[in-house]
């Protein structure tokens, strides 16, 4: 006899908030006794139920024919994680994030790499609704992410999410562009009542990197039938230095300058000032049996990291012209007299009297800063989002019985970016040494409405049929810097350059704002033939504005071979979007290439000057994935293990850097873009390669009793592999290796929760695998480097049922990453790689007092 659907009551009443709080995820820790009590109870009445991966219906975890890891909130607070990244890449180890210290925008916002893919490979959702990009774009992004432009996920607080789901396959036919490596969905706290207060203090071992933080989360009442449930969070975060004395700069010094600072050169944590954020979610039951939810977050925070220095007597349209044979020298009135002052062989005290012996009119950077300079980049990171909706199922007439979901979302980001103890030098003794350098704001709006009827066919259950549609427009504005920071002052005639040094200021020419709208339809049907399978179907089709038209398509299929076993498969076509930030934007970084520092412009793909380096106008990335996969959850177990192929064509990336001749240079300035009076190379963003990404994701748990209490295991391993099948020189063979081996191959996550009474622990071992250690983006500096592991432990002690005091520590033992040898710390000061995926700044303790209500 034919059953009626057994998601039917339950699908739309947990379309924005979850109903449940086990958490089965890469690590599936339940770490209190009250949390192990929940999990007997759940496991007797209801299935722990995912929205995200379908269109059409919740369904259990264990039934999902698509790999799906759901995190609880309890979880998320174990660990000492003070973001969302790190919190998540302890958890999926699938999921890497760098720290990108001396890497412009992308230290003000890192991004994460899901399989292996670029950060805008990875769907983010909030409530399972689209959230919008960051408006940074990561030219300097450790190489799988050059030119990324993806979410920023550090702005959720974890006090303020009742539950992480990351699915980890292709579901670009279901959610649309970006969704290539898979999809992460953060479901905010639905409380009406209660909360919690959290303060934690921490440090790195070295004594830097303090961080303070402070943390609530209220829920209330919204009448007797609805909710408004406030999440907020401030905290402050010194700047860590893991830096050794450059060796350019201790020549120097032994040369008798006493204005060498020790270090020069900050190799780090940036320092994170007045980080606050507050994440409001609210709905309302409606007398026609629908719902009214709102939902979104204000956050700013500024952040101010280190630059490379620049030497005093060889830092080019600066200091010296020739390498540092003579100091250059300007004539400030037309007086004349002005040469340059010879330097080579000559100590401290010679090149002072020689400077200082010079005419009035004459003026030389050295005599401003004769320690040299060292920039500090920072900005002010902005982000705002405001989800309406309203959602419920139609009574009567031709539409009766679909569910439907109609919502509008808007989100902004803005980064203000700043420069720090820097100068304008074609602007002489008159340059600030500060700077405005502009903003990127990036701009989202989309408005989706959703339906799910349930048509009884005769199947086992009755068929699923969601669709839907969804209209979006984005855009992209660059905001001019101060006049300062772009000028070109009196001075670039006697070879000085213009704009501030590092990062020049966007010029009023460059500035404006881009946009883009897209449309898009979609059908999900989700058939279940017998009691042991199922299978699902999914088509989407967009069209934009920009560059056409793109269908995609969904399979996927689960078939219980047991009641404890279950084998699983999909496939799936996808595309990512190129952003309008990607087609448009221009910039100029700075480089080093074996301690040289090397101005680089970035400049659009339609760029006249970028044509005849070979660009062509961005298209679409398009994606093929293949999955297949086993699930078992018989005696206190629950195993998956899944492979994953993925072939991605036309990836957007960085081109490889090329050399500028001056009548490059002549034409760059007739298009605007700033700085290029001290370029040496340009770069742009390029659709040029193909990759192949396939991997392993395996992931264990277990539950008992052992030591009179409650003892969870779990270990999640993961292997990945990407190979770039076709390039060209536009690439070049060392981003090529950059994207086949920056990431370790295999990387794993060992940890047992125990609980007791009064007390819980948590341990984790963590495993890195061999990987390419990088420095600088230089191809000098290069090294494979050895696998690593590290221990995280955290001791918590329930005085009672409210408070909670815990202390901890990640890295327990303080394992070093893969260090430079000698000659490398000595060309740019640092001591170790930073593409270390365990981070480069060593163990960090932290102590931590929760007080719930």
Avoid at 17 to 35: C, K, T
Wanted: negative net charge; hydrophobic residues 35%.
């Amino acid at each position: 006899m034919k059953k009626s659907n057994k998601y039917h009551k339950i699908a739309w009443a947990v379309k924005v908030s979850f109903a449940a709080s086990l958490s089965i995820s890469a690590s599936s820790l339940a770490v209190a006794q009250e949390q192990a009590t929940e999990i007997k109870a759940k496991e007797k009445q209801i299935e722990k139920i995912a929205i995200v991966g379908s269109r059409s219906a919740p369904r259990s975890v264990s039934d999902s024919p698509v790999p799906i890891d759901i995190i609880g909130g309890d979880e998320l607070s174990k660990g000492g994680n003070s973001d969302m990244l790190n919190l998540l890449s302890t958890t999926v180890p699938s999921l890497n994030v760098h720290a990108q210290p001396i890497s412009d925008a992308a230290s003000l916002i890192r991004p994460i790499n899901l399989r292996g893919l670029s950060s805008d490979s990875t769907l983010v959702l909030l409530n399972n609704k689209r959230r919008h990009r960051a408006s940074v774009i990561s030219f300097l992004g450790g190489g799988i992410n050059d030119g990324a432009q993806g979410p920023d996920i550090s702005v959720i607080p974890s006090i303020a999410i009742k539950q992480v789901e990351v699915l980890r396959d292709g579901a670009a036919a279901q959610y649309g562009s970006d969704a290539i490596a898979g999809v992460i969905n953060f479901v905010l706290k639905d409380a009406a009542e209660g909360g919690s207060i959290e303060v934690k203090r921490g440090e790195y071992y070295a004594g830097d990197g303090t961080s303070t933080e402070i943390a609530a989360n209220i829920g209330m009442a919204l009448t007797k039938e609805g909710f408004v449930n406030l999440s907020m969070q401030y905290k402050n975060s010194d700047a860590t230095s893991r830096s050794v004395q450059r060796g350019d700069a201790q020549a120097i010094a032994d040369a008798g300058n006493p204005f060498i600072l020790n270090p020069v050169q900050v190799w780090g944590a940036p320092e994170i000032n007045d980080d606050i954020t507050v994440f409001l979610n609210a709905g309302i039951d409606l007398d026609n049996g629908g719902q009214a939810y709102m939902f979104g977050n204000y956050s700013e925070r500024d952040v101010r990291g280190g630059f490379y220095y620049r030497n005093p007597h060889n830092r080019g349209q600066v200091f010296s012209n020739d390498e540092g044979e003579t100091l250059q020298v300007v004539d400030t009135t037309g007086a004349g007299g002005c040469n340059n002052v010879g330097i080579v062989g000559l100590n401290h005290d010679q090149i002072t009297a020689s400077v200082n012996a010079l005419p009035e009119n004459c003026f030389t950077f050295f005599s401003m800063f004769p320690g040299g300079f060292t920039p500090n980049f920072g900005g002010n990171i902005t982000d705002t989002s405001l989800a309406m909706g309203m959602k419920g199922e139609f009574k009567k007439g031709f539409v009766e019985g679909i569910s439907y979901d109609f919502s509008g979302v808007v989100g902004r980001s803005e980064s203000s970016f700043q420069l720090f103890n820097s100068l304008n030098a074609s602007l002489g003794p008159e340059t600030p040494t500060d700077f405005e350098a502009g903003k990127y704001i990036q701009l989202e709006k989309t408005f989706t409405a959703d339906f799910v009827k349930f048509v009884p066919v005769g199947l086992y259950q009755d068929l699923t049929v969601a669709f839907g549609t969804q209209w979006t427009e984005e855009s992209f504005e660059i905001v001019a810097g101060e006049e300062s920071s772009w000028k070109i002052g009196p001075y670039v005639s006697q070879g000085l350059s213009n704009g501030s040094n590092g990062f020049p200021g966007f010029q009023p020419q460059t500035a404006g704002t881009s946009d883009r709208r897209n449309y898009a339809a979609y059908v999900d049907v989700n058939a279940e033939f017998t009691e042991r399978f199922m299978a699902a179907a999914a088509l989407r089709f967009e069209d934009y504005d920009s560059f056409g038209t793109t269908t995609n398509y969904k399979l996927t299929t689960q078939f219980r071979l047991t009641d404890d076993l279950a084998l699983r498969a999909s496939t799936s076509s996808g595309f990512r979007a190129p952003t309008v930030g990607q087609a448009n934007v221009s910039n100029v970084r700075t480089e080093a290439d074996q301690g040289k520092l090397i101005d680089i412009g970035v400049i659009p793909a339609t760029n006249p000057v970028a044509i005849l380096k070979g660009a062509t106008v961005l298209t679409p990335e398009e994606s093929t994935s293949y999955a297949f996969g086993m699930v078992y959850t018989g005696y206190g177990f629950f195993v998956t293990a899944d492979y994953y192929l993925i072939d991605v064509d036309d990836r957007i990336s960085q081109s490889t850097n090329f050399d500028v001749t001056p009548e490059d240079i002549a034409a760059l300035k007739a298009a605007g873009v700033t700085g290029i009076d001290s370029l040496t190379s340009i770069t742009y963003l390029t659709n040029d390669f193909d990759t192949r990404t396939q991997g392993i994701d395996i992931v264990a748990n277990y539950s008992t009793e052992l030591f009179n209490g409650q003892s969870n295991f779990a270990i999640a391993y993961n292997w990945n592999d990407t190979e770039v099948v076709r390039f060209s020189e536009i690439t070049g063979d060392f981003r090529v290796s950059r994207l086949e081996n920056d990431l370790p191959n295999h990387r794993a996550t060992l940890t047992w929760a125990q609980s007791w009474d009064d007390w819980s622990m948590l341990l984790r071992g963590n495993y890195y695998g061999e990987y390419q250690g990088v420095h600088a983006d230089d191809s000098g500096l290069t090294i494979n480097a050895s696998a690593k592991m590290t221990l995280d432990a955290e001791v918590s002690y329930f005085f009672n049922d409210n408070f909670i005091v815990s202390v901890g520590a990640q890295n327990l033992l303080d394992n070093d990453p893969e260090k430079l040898n000698a000659a490398g710390s000595a060309i740019l000061g640092a001591k170790y790689y930073e593409t270390s995926p365990m981070g480069i700044n060593g163990g960090y303790w932290y102590l931590k007092g929760t007080y719930k209500f």
